[in-house]
């Protein structure tokens, strides 16, 4: 799933694709969509959450399968939840993961 040319991923990115790494992610400020569409985007997104362990061999298969509000996700939510979105948005385009600000 792209980011769509208006900035915005889209409230129902987890309902459409159904994984932790496609969904809307509340912030310490603000909220983020992400849209990681590979396992290059997925192992960017861990590194750049400062948990390259969720990047092992396999790993995007695994975040395919795993549920959008499941235990994958309530650790990737833990870590946005740590900074703002103006911050996340920054750090994601640096690592090449898709991503948009809530407005």
Do not use: K
Not at 5 to 26: L, N, W
Not at 41 to 68: F, I, K, M, T
Request: glycine share 8%; with cysteine.
């Amino acid at each position: 799933m792209a980011v769509p040319s208006s900035g915005s991923v889209g409230e129902d990115a987890a309902q459409e694709t159904g994984h932790p790494g496609a969904r809307r992610y509340d912030c310490s400020e603000g909220a983020i969509d992400i849209a990681v569409e590979n396992a290059e985007q997925w192992h960017a997104l861990a590194v750049c959450l400062g948990r390259p362990e969720l990047a092992y061999e396999g790993s995007w298969q695994v975040a395919l399968d795993s549920s959008p509000e499941g235990p994958l996700a309530a650790v990737v939510a833990s870590m946005f939840a740590e900074d703002t979105a103006e911050s996340w948005r920054a750090r994601l385009e640096s690592h090449g993961v898709p991503c948009a600000v809530v407005a």
